[in-house]
């Protein structure tokens, strides 16, 4: 394990960004941070994280429409993309999934939930014979 993966956590609540910085921090991740969908959107393509997790609702640019602006570009098409959100809505878990997100975690969360999902997600990512039926 060279290099140490770097996550961008895009979210407009500062406590909940200042809270998962220190937790992914904590567990071995480079974090980078965006406070709103543009900024986001910036961030993934300067930063070329190994993950992202993305509010839904945010400024400039909800978790949707950052997700599917990140499918349609080359660079930032395979980064894997966890939806972190507080997002009444009922079918956003849908949406979200066929946006492809690796998992869709409700707000409040909990921080074990998230660092394993975290983990599985970059797991998945960097070796892809994983991916056949061991689930």
Known sequence: MGQKKKILIVDDERDILKALMIRLQGAGYEVVTAFDGAQGIFMAHKEQPDLIIL???????????VAEKLKQSQNTFPIPIIFLTGSPEKDSEQKAMKLGARFYIKKPYDPEELLDAVKRALEKDSDPSSDQGNH
């Not at 839904?56 to 978790?63: D, K, L, S, V, Y």
């Open 55 to 65: 509010d839904i609702r945010m400024p400039a640019g909800n978790g949707f429409s």
